[in-house]
């Protein structure tokens, strides 16, 4: 518009009677200097209006955030009100003596762990990994691992009639399970299926400090704290209820070596 103006207008002046006629060159000039002042006036409108709608965007995008991060400060307060019930009792650690760089296990201790597991939790979980010979060197000689494996009778076969038929352990059987299967296991113990002993240790965090803080963390449930039928408080146990009943008493395992029982010792 500003151009097609000083066009008109120099066209105009240059018909004048009392006005000399402008050159080809001037007129070229001027034509190219409203052109120019017309560009700089749009590209300042347009930069203009490019700034404005950028702090619109800055705006919305400031408010969003600030609207997002309240959303997720109200859910994750929300989140922790929630989730505050699923909160359990982490174990502490103790000082084990065989943790050390240079330390192993205590060969009597280990043999008073067997008797325990033989004694009380062989009656429902299994240790089906470890062998009768694993028990030579560590726990036993290889003349009282003989006799432990004779004790239990293996499934074996079949035979020459396509019979399956039982017959005394040997130091390459394994420890036979106390169930079937999973679904007798299940049916025995209320719907839980007992896991496994053969890698408990590694196979739960916090290992040692794991086992021994369930077995001995058995306490009345606190206040207001319900615990469904057929469970039973545990504080160290995930969500606090635990299939299995306490299964360490005074009196519950004889130590062939004339160890003092305890609770806590029979846990180790």
Request: glycine share 8%; hydrophobic share 35%.
């Amino acid at each position: 518009l500003a151009e097609e103006y000083l066009i008109k207008y120099s066209t105009a002046l240059a018909s004048r009677d009392d006005t000399p006629k402008m050159s080809s060159r001037f007129s070229t000039i001027f034509r190219r200097f409203g052109a120019n002042l017309f560009k700089q006036g749009t590209s300042s409108i347009s930069t203009a209006r490019q700034s404005a709608q950028s702090s619109k965007r800055n705006a919305y995008a400031f408010v969003g955030l600030a609207g997002a991060g309240g959303l997720a400060l109200l859910y994750g307060v929300s989140s922790v009100k929630v989730n505050a019930e699923e909160l359990e009792l982490h174990p502490p650690v103790y000082p084990w003596s065989h943790k050390g760089p240079l330390s192993a296990l205590d060969h009597a201790s280990v043999r008073r762990g067997f008797q325990v597991y033989q004694q009380v939790c062989s009656a429902c979980h299994s240790i089906e990994q470890i062998a009768f010979r694993n028990l030579v060197g560590a726990s036993h000689t290889e003349d009282e691992a003989k006799a432990l494996a004779e004790e239990y009778l293996i499934k074996d076969g079949p035979n020459d009639e396509g019979e399956m038929f039982e017959r005394p352990g040997k130091l390459s059987d394994y420890f036979p399970r106390p169930y079937p299967n999973d679904e007798a296991a299940r049916a025995a113990n209320n719907g839980a299926l007992p896991p496994d002993l053969s890698l408990i240790v590694n196979a739960r965090e916090g290992g040692e400090d794991y086992i021994f803080s369930i077995l001995t963390g058995y306490f009345d449930p606190p206040a207001g704290v319900e615990v469904r039928e057929g469970l039973h408080y545990n504080a160290y146990f995930p969500g606090g209820a635990i299939g299995m009943q306490q299964a360490l008493y005074e009196g519950a395992v004889e130590y062939d070596d004339g160890t003092i029982i305890i609770n806590s010792l029979k846990s180790k």
